[in-house]
T-cell receptor, first 110, second 112 residues
Framework: TQLLEQSPQFLSIQEGENLTVYCNSS?????LQWYRQEPGEGPVLLVT?????EVKKLKRLTFQFGDARKDSSLHITAAQTGDTGLYLC??????????FGSGTRLLVRP | NAGVTQTPKFRILKIGQSMTLQCTQD?????MYWYRQDPGMGLKLIYY???????DKGEVPNGYNVSRSTTEDFPLRLELAAPSQTSVYFC???????????FGPGTRLTVT
C-alpha cells in the first residue's frame, strides 16, 4: 500500500516568516502534486513535479521533488495571511490513482 | 464553464436511509473520481471512472456504488447509510490520469 506522510500536521506562524512542509513516502511515485484547500471548498492544484530533483517556483512558493521520487517539500518565503489553508500532497500511483497525504494545516497570523 | 458541480451541498440522513450524490462536469473529461474527506484528514478515493461505462473501486468502496452512463455525470449512491459515512464528499475530474484533477465544492453529509 502506497502511503504519504505529511509533516507538520499543523503550523501557526507570524506573517513574514518562512516555512517548509514535508511529504514523505517509502514508495516511488511517477509524479507528485501539491494542492491547497480552503474551508468549504475543494482542493486546487498548485503544482505538479515529475522529474527526480525537480524544483518549481510559484511566486513565493518553492516545490522540490526528491531525487528518488519518494518525497517532496514545499517552502514558503515571507508567508502572508492569504497563504492560510490546508496543503495536501498527492502522489500518482498505480492505475492513475492519486494517493493523498493527510495534509498540513497552515495558519498565518497578521 | 461551470467546471465540476455537486449537489446537494449539505444533507442529513438517518441510519439506514439511501441517497445519491450528484456530480456533473462540463469539461469533457474522461476521468472522474469520488473522494471522501474526514475531519483533519486527506482525501480517500472511493470509486473512479476512466470513461463512460467503465468504473472501478478505489481505496474505500464499501457501502457505495457508482455508475457512469455519460461522460458528464458520475453519481455516487449510498445504500443503508451508516454513521461511519459521515464525511465531506468530493467529486473530481481530469482530462486523463496524468493531468490535474479539478474538484467540485463538496457535499457535507451527516448520518445520525
Amino acid at each position: 500500500t502506497q502511503l504519504l506522510e505529511q509533516s507538520p500536521q499543523f503550523l501557526s506562524i507570524q506573517e513574514g516568516e518562512n516555512l517548509t512542509v514535508y511529504c514523505n513516502s517509502s514508495s516511488v511515485f511517477s509524479s507528485l502534486q501539491w494542492y491547497r484547500q480552503e474551508p468549504g471548498e475543494g482542493p486546487v492544484l498548485l503544482v505538479t513535479v515529475v522529474t527526480g530533483g525537480e524544483v518549481k517556483k510559484l511566486k513565493r512558493l518553492t516545490f522540490q521533488f526528491g531525487d528518488a521520487r519518494k518525497d517532496s517539500s514545499l517552502h514558503i518565503t515571507a508567508a502572508q495571511t492569504g497563504d492560510t489553508g490546508l496543503y495536501l500532497c498527492a502522489g500518482l500511483g498505480s492505475s492513475y490513482k492519486l494517493i493523498f497525504g493527510s495534509g498540513t494545516r497552515l495558519l498565518v497570523r497578521p | 464553464n461551470a467546471g465540476v458541480t455537486q449537489t446537494p451541498k449539505f444533507r442529513i440522513l438517518k441510519i439506514g436511509q439511501s441517497m445519491t450524490l450528484q456530480c456533473t462536469q462540463d469539461m469533457n473529461h474522461n476521468y472522474m473520481y469520488w473522494y471522501r474527506q474526514d475531519p483533519g484528514m486527506g482525501l480517500k478515493l472511493i470509486y473512479y471512472s476512466v470513461g463512460a461505462g467503465i468504473t472501478d473501486k478505489g481505496e474505500v468502496p464499501n457501502g457505495y456504488n457508482v455508475s457512469r452512463s455519460t461522460t458528464e455525470d458520475f453519481p455516487l449512491r449510498l445504500e443503508l447509510a451508516a454513521p461511519s459515512q459521515t464525511s465531506v464528499y468530493f467529486c473530481a475530474s481530469s482530462k486523463d490520469g496524468n493531468y490535474e484533477q479539478y474538484f467540485g465544492p463538496g457535499t457535507r453529509l451527516t448520518v445520525t
